[in-house]
T-cell receptor, first 112, second 115 residues
Framework: DAKTTQPNSMESNEEEPVHLPCNHS???????IHWYRQLPSQGPEYVIH???SNVNNRMASLAIAEDRKSSTLILHRATLRDAAVYYC?????????????FGTGTRLKVLA | GAVVSQHPSRVICKSGTSVKIECRSL??????MFWYRQFPKKSLMLMAT?????????EQGVEKDKFLINHASLTLSTLTVTSAHPEDSSFYIC???????????FGPGTRLLVL
């Protein structure tokens, strides 16, 4: 199974950009990179996903390295509501079930 | 769009009883549903994958006779924790995807406390 590695925790000041890194050195050519975030006592919330090109949506941007072995989730202006655990996930495409393998995630703390 | 609900949101039961948790996709057809459990301060751990009309596929170490999963329709999957014990107390989360979709959508979770 492809696995991801993320820092356990990060801090950011409110209104500043946040770059959340993820390493996925064993990624296969067909693996999409997915990002979700989880607030306390809630289910994970979809943030963004991509394959090779950088992606933008209303929540965040996803920058994918040229060799695809790492990616960075960018929150352009962190707010207190962005405090959550952020998961970088690869699908287990090889199993044919498209299941997600969750890593430990990064706990983002946003300081007012 | 892509809303997944779970019921109940929290449940307390006595040791030895069985508890059923429902997972519904409200605005799409979920050809595949997934069940996870999460302990405090830990990541999500996949328990099983179910395809509509088929038997669930359980992850290694998950007891299929204890955690019964039924995916009888394209909008509903159920997880039954049989003969629950205190160590089964956890946060149970389901997710769903439709055929051809690259992403899963997660339910809000069900907190189970077994006394």
């Amino acid at each position: 199974d492809a696995k991801t590695t993320q820092p356990n925790s990060m801090e950011s000041n409110e209104e500043e950009p946040v770059h959340l890194p993820c390493n996925h050195s064993t990624i296969s050519g067909t693996d999409y990179i997915h990002w979700y975030r989880q607030l306390p006592s809630q289910g994970p919330e979809y943030v963004i996903h991509g394959l090779t090109s950088n992606v933008n949506n209303r929540m965040a941007s996803l920058a994918i390295a040229e060799d695809r072995k790492s990616s960075t989730l960018i929150l352009h202006r962190a707010t207190l509501r962005d405090a959550a655990v952020y998961y970088c996930i690869l699908r287990d495409v090889g199993s044919g079930t498209y299941k997600y393998i969750f890593g430990t995630g990064t706990r983002l703390k946003v300081l007012a | 769009g892509a809303v997944v609900s779970q019921h109940p949101s929290r449940v307390i039961c006595k040791s030895g009883t069985s508890v059923k948790i429902e997972c519904r996709s409200l605005d799409f057809q979920a050809t595949t549903m997934f069940w996870y459990r999460q302990f405090p301060k830990k990541s999500l751990m996949l328990m099983a994958t179910s395809n509509e009309g088929s038997k669930a596929t359980y992850e290694q170490g998950v007891e299929k006779d204890k955690f019964l999963i039924n995916h009888a329709s394209l909008t509903l999957s159920t997880l039954t924790v049989t003969s629950a014990h205190p160590e089964d107390s956890s946060f149970y989360i389901c997710s769903a995807r439709t055929s051809g979709a690259r992403t899963q959508y997660f339910g809000p979770g069900t907190r189970l406390l077994v006394l």
